[in-house]
T-cell receptor
Framework: DVKVTQSSRYLVKRTGEKVFLECVQD?????MFWYRQDPGLGLRLIYF???????EKGDIPEGYSVSREKKERFSLILESASTNQTSMYLC????????????FGPGTRLTVT | AQSVTQLDSQVPVFEEAPVELRCNYS??????LFWYVQYPNQGLQLLLK??????LVKGINGFEAEFNKSQTSFHLRKPSVHISDTAEYFC???????????FGTGTRLTIIP
């Protein structure tokens, strides 16, 4: 059974803190993705990684960075959290083929106060 | 760039009635089309996808979708819904040869007993 896990379901942080969101997949997938999900806006791609140490900006990368040191792990970093980054964050992975299914984790609901 | 429009943000339907969730896309190049479902407090999972060939695609849980190139639509249908179909449904598109998805804003399906 395929599995994508995220380090926390709920997280509360203060403005200005550095925040790490971790994602691990056990399917040996090439691709990994970070999205944020907001009501009325759907899912928006923050960053995409197609290989270890390789990354590509998505539609809304401002205020975020990512790290992929190992194939199974993809981290999202908020260098200095702000209240407008309060959101649901979803991680996904997929094999390195076009049109392949993306497998999603359960999400991390981040609140920045 | 491609985009996806889901005009209906919420759709209430009586149990055992049919449902159609609408999705329109725009793209200057050929695309793949997807429907994902998100059950409460879970990540997304793939319902079905259209790559090529027959325009009628069958997915899991009795759902199907029809690709209409002239109307640039990919509407999702189910002939008889159940309480367990209560969820948010997302239409998504990717360009040929590209692993990244662009999602619509989602349609929340509520089943009325």
């Amino acid at each position: 059974d395929v599995k994508v896990t995220q380090s926390s379901r709920y997280l509360v942080k203060r403005t200005g803190e550095k925040v790490f969101l971790e994602c691990v997949q056990d399917m040996d997938h090439e691709n990994m993705f970070w999205y944020r999900q907001d009501p009325g806006l759907g899912l928006r791609l923050i960053y995409f990684s197609y290989d270890v140490k390789m990354k590509e900006k998505g539609d809304i990368p401002e205020g975020y960075s990512v790290s992929r040191e190992k194939k199974e792990r993809f981290s999202l970093i908020l260098e200095s959290a702000s209240t407008n980054q309060t959101s649901m964050y979803l991680c996904a992975s997929s094999p390195g083929e076009a049109a392949s299914e993306q497998y999603f984790g359960p999400g991390t609901r981040l609140t920045v106060t | 760039a491609q985009s996806v429009t889901q005009l209906d943000s919420q759709v209430p339907v009586f149990e055992e009635a049919p449902v159609e969730l609408r999705c329109n896309y725009s793209s200057s190049v050929s695309v793949y089309l997807f429907w994902y479902v998100q059950y409460p407090n879970q990540g997304l999972q793939l319902l079905l996808k259209y790559l090529s060939g027959s325009t009628l695609v069958k997915g899991i849980n009795g759902f199907e979708a029809e690709f209409n190139k002239s109307q640039t639509s990919f509407h999702l249908r189910k002939p008889s819904v159940h309480i367990s179909d209560t969820a948010e449904y997302f239409c998504a598109v990717s360009r040929f040869g590209n692993e990244k998805l662009t999602f619509g804003t989602g349609t929340r399906l509520t089943i009325i007993p």
